[in-house]
């Protein structure tokens, strides 16, 4: 198969759009059911964020007065295409894209973009909550974004190359698990769950910075939503977890893994209240910056 | 002692406001010393002062000075004239005292910018009422919907009620026997 | 760049209209104003077209959460008036729906200020705990909402079982001291977001008169039941609950001794209520000429009632002021000077209750 064809079928098909969105899909109602079994309801049913997705495509578009109207609509499918485009290069088995040198920072940059998209679109739609919320996202991302970083140079620094398979096939070791914390510890405010809910403080600034949005591009962001889940667990376990040598277990157990970590994740959601932006702030730059350090060390010593 | 002066104890002794004097003398004593005030006695529970030519900031002052607080200020229109009766209700924790006075020309020295708590009650009576309070220093609608005059209730708070005596609810009349169940 | 920021009317944090709109300079506030008047309906003019009986439906209904305190001090003040006696297991019955009302008001607003940190689990456990309040509400007056209990010289309805809601009684206090209180005062998120937070001074509180639980929270010692003894606070003993640092964790810890307190309250009047009539008159009130000024401990604070009559049919003038009256416009020294996210715990912990305060 050659490289364009290899790059279209996994954009489209796997792990792109076709299995992504479901999977996504899947893991949201799991993340939603386990909150609601935990604080005594029932839940929704299986295929909910999936009717949310088809109603809001159903619904009509409303663009505020004096918002610009190509940036405004072109949002929302840069954000669904950047996410798509990060998991069509992450090395899961069966992915036929091919191994490029240097695609971790690729990586690493198209995952950036969907974060981009979130702040425009707040100061794009002209809201004062909007521009209060995509402010916040701004600032909670340079907080969240050092453990984050670290976590993925530091595994990459102990690969010797920035190629994607390589950290993949680095021998297990120490460093796996420092960074493998460090990882985890900047993926509640990543995904915009409690204790670090800043951005969509639906109390605070009514809702998050998509608030003038509605329709076909919000039904798009929370498209780009759902595949982020999948990007950032399916990132954790092909960096963090260790491969077999047979594809399809290791399909199995990246995907188990991805619903370990979404449920230790909604578990701290649901046991915390919301930290002020400072508060956030703080928590990273000390303690994100405490583990960031332990690992970089880490990656010396070897 | 004359035999005025002695009447006019026993009158005292057993009126209401000789009540007031026994139950709260010193409270008694501010209250008939503030400017215009007329009399003070104790009418259902409470401290009433009369006071129809009332000079509210001397009020005010000596209130702060005894460290009770305003409790709220109530008006009701005159259904005749432009004018109202305003009571101002002080709270003295185990206590309340009704101060009533009457507006002149329609309006009463504001006490809002010594007394905190009477800024929200002043706004709301010019509202309603009309009332004016010169010297209040935030003087913007608090109830009252944008585009509507001040006076909302005035003409309709002073129309005499056709109210029926007995409520017209079936329910308040005796329930008849639940009909028998076979 | 310094920005302002409208709260409401559409309101986020609260169901009911109100705004205060912020002037920020980044995140922190530097000042605000509060606006009212959303939910204006002119009871006070209704009142004087509807008679004796039927003016205690409307009363009732000038708030949802604090419905029964409005009827239960109208009527004190008309029987003040009137000079009817209230009969004993009715001034009882009336101490219980108000203790339970106060129970249900408080876990209301727990549950509003959890939301409002964006503690959802919180928010639903104490829901959950309010249910068995609304259940034990429902089971005496047959309604969750505007009771109906009150009426002139007395209560419409008896408690024939008072031993049958006990156990209820017992789950709430277990709900309250297992889980709402220790999350409230020791999870740390919780915490790090209600303390020092929203601050009002004693001098402050002085100065802008407040009252209830925004009072007591903030080192002054004020409560109706304690310093004016109405209905059977007198004879069941009442222990009013301070505290002096006056930031948002004071308050939710005073509201959640409080609703200790009320519980003791309603279980030793269930226990000790005393035989008797429970109207004092039957039929139509007949109320005099004459005024009465009555004040009650409503959940909020200090309800106070100004009502005239002249004889007639209708009272002649009902004037309320309700505790969040002067509670709300203390919103605006509390958040000088905080950060806008604080903005709205800040207004939730002074407990607005915007129907009460439009009228």
């Known amino acids: 198969m050659n490289a364009v064809w290899s790059y279209l079928v996994a954009i489209a098909v796997w792990p792109g759009l076709l299995f992504a969105a479901p999977l996504g899909w899947l893991e949201l109602w799991f993340m939603r059911k386990l909150v609601a079994r935990l604080q005594g309801r029932q839940g929704p049913p299986f295929f909910q964020p999936f009717f949310d997705v088809m109603k809001l495509l159903g619904k009509e578009t409303v663009i505020p007065r004096g918002v610009s109207r190509g940036i405004f609509l072109a949002l929302p499918l840069v954000s669904v295409a950047a996410v798509t485009a990060a998991l069509a290069i992450v090395p899961l088995p069966g992915n036929p894209v091919p191994s490029l040198p240097g695609d971790v920072v690729l990586l690493l940059y198209l995952m950036e973009v969907p974060v981009l998209c979130e702040v425009l679109a707040g100061y794009v739609s002209r809201s004062i909550y909007g521009q209060v919320a995509a402010m916040r996202e701004a600032i909670l991302s340079l907080a969240y974004n050092l453990p984050f970083l670290v976590a993925i140079i530091a595994m990459a620094q102990v690969a010797g190359s920035f190629q994607m398979r390589a950290l993949q096939e680095v021998p297990y070791g120490l460093v796996h698990l420092l960074a493998a914390v460090t990882f985890l510890l900047a993926l509640p405010a990543r995904m915009k769950l409690n204790p670090f809910s800043i951005a969509n403080a639906e109390h605070e600034i009514i809702a998050d910075s998509h608030i003038e949005y509605s329709g076909p591009p919000l039904a798009l962001f929370k498209l780009s939503h759902a595949i982020e889940v999948v990007l950032l667990t399916e990132l954790f376990a092909v960096v963090f977890i260790p491969a077999t040598p047979w594809p399809l277990v290791n399909l199995v157990v990246y995907l188990v893994a991805g619903i370990l970590v979404l449920g230790g994740v909604t578990l701290l959601a649901t046991t915390t209240a919301r930290l002020r932006l400072t508060q956030a702030f703080r928590f990273y730059w000390v303690w994100g910056g405490l583990a960031s350090a332990i690992t970089m060390a880490a990656t010396l010593v070897r | 002692m004359t035999a005025d002066t002695m009447t006019a104890d026993i009158m005292t002794a057993n009126t209401a406001a000789g009540t007031a004097e026994r139950a709260c003398p010193r409270l008694t004593e501010a209250l008939r010393a503030i400017p215009g005030v007329r009399s003070v006695d104790v009418r259902n529970g409470a401290l009433w002062a009369d006071a129809p030519l009332l000079d509210v900031e001397a009020m005010a002052a000596a209130m702060a000075a005894l460290g009770i607080r305003l409790g709220t200020v109530t008006a009701i229109p005159h259904p005749d004239s432009a004018e109202s009766t305003v009571i101002y209700h002080y709270i003295d924790e185990h206590r309340i005292i009704n101060v009533k006075t009457c507006t002149r020309n329609g309006a009463l020295a504001s006490l809002a910018p010594r007394v905190r708590a009477a800024s929200w009650a002043e706004r709301e009576i010019r509202d309603l009422f009309a009332v004016e309070f010169p010297g209040h220093p935030n003087p913007v609608p608090l109830i009252r919907p944008e585009g509507i005059?001040?006076?909302?209730?005035?003409?309709?708070?002073?129309?005499?009620?056709?109210?029926?005596?007995?409520?017209?609810?079936?329910?308040?009349?005796?329930?008849?026997?639940p009909p028998a169940r076979s | 760049m310094p920005y302002s920021f409208p709260l409401g009317p559409y309101h986020p944090a609260l169901e009911e209209p109100f705004k205060v709109k912020v002037q920020c300079k980044g995140e922190v506030i530097e000042s605000a104003t509060v606006e009212v008047g959303f939910s204006y309906r002119g009871i006070e003019l209704l009142a004087q077209k509807r008679n004796w009986v039927e003016v205690i439906t409307l009363?009732?209904?000038?708030?949802?959460?604090?419905?029964?305190?409005?009827?239960?001090?109208?009527?004190?003040?008309?029987?003040?008036?009137?000079?009817?006696?209230?009969?004993?297991?009715?001034?009882?019955?009336?101490?219980?729906?108000?203790?339970?009302?106060?129970?249900?008001?408080?876990?209301?607003?727990?549950?509003?200020?959890?939301?409002?940190?964006?503690?959802?689990?919180?928010?639903?456990?104490?829901?959950?705990?309010?249910?068995?309040?609304?259940?034990?509400?429902?089971?005496?007056?047959?309604?969750?909402?505007?009771?109906?209990?009150?009426?002139?010289?007395?209560?419409?309805?008896?408690?024939?079982?008072?031993?049958?809601?006990?156990?209820?009684?017992?789950?709430?206090?277990?709900?309250?001291?297992?889980?709402?209180?220790?999350?409230?005062?020791?999870?740390?998120?919780?915490?790090?977001?209600?303390?020092?937070?929203?601050?009002?001074?004693r001098e402050q509180a002085v100065e802008w008169a407040v009252v209830g639980p925004v009072a007591r929270a903030s080192g002054l010692d004020i409560d109706v039941r304690k310093d004016q003894p109405y209905l059977s606070y007198a004879d069941l003993g009442f222990e009013s609950v301070v505290r002096p640092e006056g930031d948002v964790q004071a308050r939710v810890v005073v509201r959640a001794l409080e609703m200790m307190e009320s519980v003791r309250l309603i279980r030793e009047a269930l226990l000790s209520l005393p035989p008797g009539p429970l109207r004092a008159t039957q039929g139509l009130p007949e109320i005099p000429a004459g005024e009465a000024t009555i004040r009650t401990e409503a959940p909020r604070g200090e309800a106070f009632y100004y009502v005239a009559s002249e004889g007639g049919a209708s009272p002649a003038r009902v004037k309320i002021r309700t505790p969040s009256f002067v509670n709300i416009p203390a919103i605006e020294p509390m958040v000088m000077g905080q950060p806008l996210a604080d903005l709205s715990i800040i207004q939730a912990s002074v407990d607005p209750c915007i129907s009460c305060t439009d009228r």
């Open chain 3, 59 to 201: 009363i009732e209904r000038v708030c949802g959460i604090c419905s029964n305190t409005h009827a239960m001090t109208f009527c004190l003040a008309a029987e003040t008036i009137a000079g009817i006696e209230l009969p004993k297991r009715a001034a009882h019955i009336r101490t219980i729906i108000a203790e339970l009302e106060r129970l249900h008001s408080h876990l209301l607003w727990a549950g509003v200020g959890a939301e409002d940190i964006g503690f959802h689990s919180l928010f639903m456990e104490v829901f959950t705990l309010r249910e068995r309040v609304m259940d034990t509400l429902e089971a005496i007056s047959g309604n969750r909402v505007n009771y109906g209990m009150n009426c002139i010289g007395g209560v419409l309805r008896d408690i024939p079982d008072p031993a049958a809601h006990l156990p209820a009684l017992d789950a709430l206090a277990k709900g309250l001291g297992e889980v709402v209180i220790p999350t409230f005062t020791q999870n740390p998120t919780a915490l790090a977001r209600t303390r020092g937070v929203g601050r009002l001074s």
């Open chain 2, 149 to 177: 005059d001040t006076a909302t209730l005035r003409e309709a708070m002073c129309r005499p009620a056709t109210v029926a005596r007995k409520p017209s609810s079936p329910l308040a009349s005796p329930p008849a026997p």
